[in-house]
């Protein structure tokens, strides 16, 4: 069972270039969503989705945009990269409710020079 | 507003039991997770409360008091492997998760 994947898992970026974070899931979960965590600091949710063609701001949405065309896949988009954008970055899904448990990808350890 | 409090990090020795509090103030409760988090991966599930008490699961228990606010993670027969830092989280009113710092466990032998 792969479950959630995500890539990449480590890259650096200079200021101002852009790269997609990708995350797939397999188990047909309607409910996903994108997560950064800084260090000393708890999950911070950026984006979610409750399913295909429906997406919807987080927390802290600023820099960053997401699509859902399928169910599976739900990438990240950094446009303009900048220095506080710097972090580990993490895709997790649920089946339906927000009260079942979370399925984490592996994480994304992203710098931004 | 909304704030989840609990301790940076803890020490306890291998074979022994330690107790992990969270104190939380949310707008609305709809539940509280604990997830364990080894450096450098993801969170995963460990348990899920939203009714007051003790729920058992091995080695680890979680509880919960809903009118204080309040719930603890109990790791019992604590194995090296067990190192890692645990999240407290709870779900408000309006389903949203709000993420406590996490507090990170060291194991010694």
Known sequence: NAGVTQTPKFRILKIGQSMTLQCTQDMNHNYMYWYRQDPGMGLKLIYYSV???ITDKGEVPNG???SRSTTE???LRLELAAPSQTSVYFCASTRTEANEKLFFGSGTQLSVL | GQNIDQ???MTATEGAIVQINCTYQTSGFNGLF???QHAGEAPTFLSYNVLDGLEEKGRFSSFLSRSKGYSYLL???LQMK????YLCVTLDSNYQLIWGAGTKLIIKP
Do not use: H, I, M, R
């Open chain 1, 51 to 53: 399913g295909a063609g």
């Open chain 1, 64 to 66: 960053y945009n997401v």
């Open chain 1, 73 to 75: 896949d739900f990438p």
């Open chain 2, 7 to 9: 301790p940076t990090e």
């Open chain 2, 34 to 36: 604990w997830y364990q």
């Open chain 2, 75 to 77: 790791l019992k027969e």
């Open chain 2, 82 to 85: 067990d190192s890692a830092s």
